[in-house]
């Protein structure tokens, strides 16, 4: 089974590499049954990956310990949920992963373009098989999943202990939809550098393209601070660690390129920043990726340092090399004689929205690489810590947030100022009362959680009114009731609205990161009996339990939690090592409301039940998850489709876009004469 494993890849790869020559020598002789072989090799590839996949699992399943993948990344007592998950608990499973389901958005591409955008399509498929082939050519050569080990252990080494979470059995495949899923819009952008069609069409195409990757981009990236918050004891939810910085820096990016290209919907400018963006945020996933899995910067997400390292940096270059060629090739088509036609303009708002974005990815980018290049200059490793990244990014972030309110404000091209003062004064009232408020009575004092709320309020006003805005009118077109109205309101307008409860969305998350501010810590050594205070709260030691199994030894104690003298419940905070692994992990106990979280860690249990507590008091957190969810809630109806008028209107645009572009072709063809 094994070795029809890796022969299926071998012919995975071959298939694969069938399809990118046999796509780009269709489209150059113009046969279209060339093509449709380049497609056929394609799903090809989805369908080998797919049987090498399942061969994989079933080696999991079936505690297959002659494969060396499954020895070193599962045993018999390991649940059969975490068994699923061991597919990419390692660095060869995770690489058949990324290979596999980047073949399966192939095959979703191609079945929806079998009718259409068949002018882009070809040299699609042979971007997409390119890079499907890489990451092929890396099983097959340097990390082959089905190697066998040359004897049969009685049993495996087993998943690592702290991956062994719910968080995690979703967290990693949503990061890898996300890093994956950006390889379509970069194959688009590509085809449309080499046809030519650089127009507005192929920003159709892709939106929900890069929607969609966004979407489990930025819900993986709360996945994994859900599970770093309760598996890791260390009572925060977000360190800047390399790998959270680098699923961070293309969902920045692609933000980015949500918002331009609006502007280019609208009016024929920013193509070369549009096309930079999407290019720049998939160049950004696979640099994600090479940080996992190079090992050349410390965190706790990475596999160690190995030999696949260099190849990834070598396949970076030539796709940051190749898309500056397709670049420059199209560049005069690219540029627009239009500007921006007023300041106080969406559009505008837009373009800063975008530099702030930029100027976030390129800050993070600096700080996670930094390490390495102080290294490779002095000789000394110097890592950039958490306070060098909220100095950086709290200001820019608390600029993005105004814009998010501000945006929905302006008029497009111009807004006048009758406009300007009948939006901005309710939402602006709002928040300074708010604010006010929050300082004098004494519930904010710190100056950025101030600015922060403030900001909150100013946002929230401005998407309520909105919303109120638009219901209002149609109650008074159709007569509806407000709620109907409202409902009827938003499935009109998906993408509107949609991205109106993504900002609600973003709202909520900054309410959450806000409460930061206000975290609390207490750090303490009882015997039972006693108690430790924080806050409101009373912690009393009641008694410890200690077991073990075949698989680890787990220790525990029991709290008795009191607030405000009332007795609100008991808390069991708990420390497991792991006997294969040889490893502690660590069972947070958390008593989460909707105000705040009371975070206890168990650090440690002497033989005479002395216990060593450290207490969180973490206010606000709840925000975040329930952000995570509103704006999954708001991407999923900006993703519902819209009416055909509209994508007729753009291509009549991109018409008569080709036409001015043909005609300044032929003038500044004349003046050469």
Known sequence: MNQLGYYLLIFALASAVYAIFISVLG????????????ERGALAVTGLLTLAVILLLHALLTHDFQNEYVASYSNRDLPIGYTFTALWGGQKGSLLFWGWLLSLYSGLVIFINRKRNRDLLPYVVAVLMSVNAFFILLNVVLANPFETLPFLPADGQGLNPILQHPAMAIHPPMLYLGFVGFTVPFAFAIAALLVGSVGSSWLVTIRRWT?????????????????????????????????????????????????????????????????????????????????????????????????????????????????????????????SQEHLDSFTSRETGFLFNNLLLLTAAFAIFLGTVYPVISEAVTDTKITVGPPWFNFIMVPIGLILLLLTGVGPLLAWRRTSGRILRKHFSIPLITALIGGSLLFFLGFVRHFYALISFSIILFVTATIVSEFTRGARARRHATGEILPKALYKLTLKNKRRYGGYIVHMAIVLLFVGFTGSAFNQKVE????????????????????PYRSRDDNKMSVAVRLRVYREGEEVGRLIPQRYFYWMQEQPTTEVALRSTLKEDLYVVLAGLTENEEATLQVYLN??????????????????????????????????????????LAKETEVRELIEV
């Open 27 to 38: 489209v150059r002789q113009k046969r279209e049954d060339l093509i449709r072989s380049g």
């Open 211 to 335: 929607l969609v990757p966004w979407l489990f981009l930025g819900t993986g990236l709360l996945l994994g601070g859900r599970w770093a918050y309760v598996e890791l004891g260390w009572g925060g939810y977000w360190g800047w660690d390399p790998v959270e910085n680098a699923g961070f820096m293309p969902w920045l990016t692609a933000t980015a390129f949500f918002h331009s290209i609006m502007i280019q919907e609208r009016k024929p400018i920013l193509r070369v920043w549009n096309m930079v963006l999407i290019l720049l945020t998939f160049t950004l996933s696979i640099f994600g990726t090479f940080i996992t899995r190079s090992g050349i910067i410390s965190s706790v997400h990475t596999f160690t340092e190995s030999s696949i390292g260099p190849f990834f940096l070598i396949f970076l270059l030539a796709i940051v090399l190749f898309s500056a060629f397709a670049l420059g090739r199209r560049w005069k088509d690219l540029r």
């Open 524 to 543: 303490g050594t009882l015997m039972p009996g006693e108690s430790l205070h924080l806050g409101k709260y009373r912690l009393e030691y009641e008694k």
């Open 619 to 660: 206010p606000l957190v709840s925000f975040i998850w329930i952000g995570g969810i509103v704006n999954i809630l708001g991407t999923l109806i900006a993703i519902l489709p819209t009416r055909r008028p509209k994508r007729r209107v753009i291509f009549e645009r991109e018409r008569k876009e080709k036409e001015s």
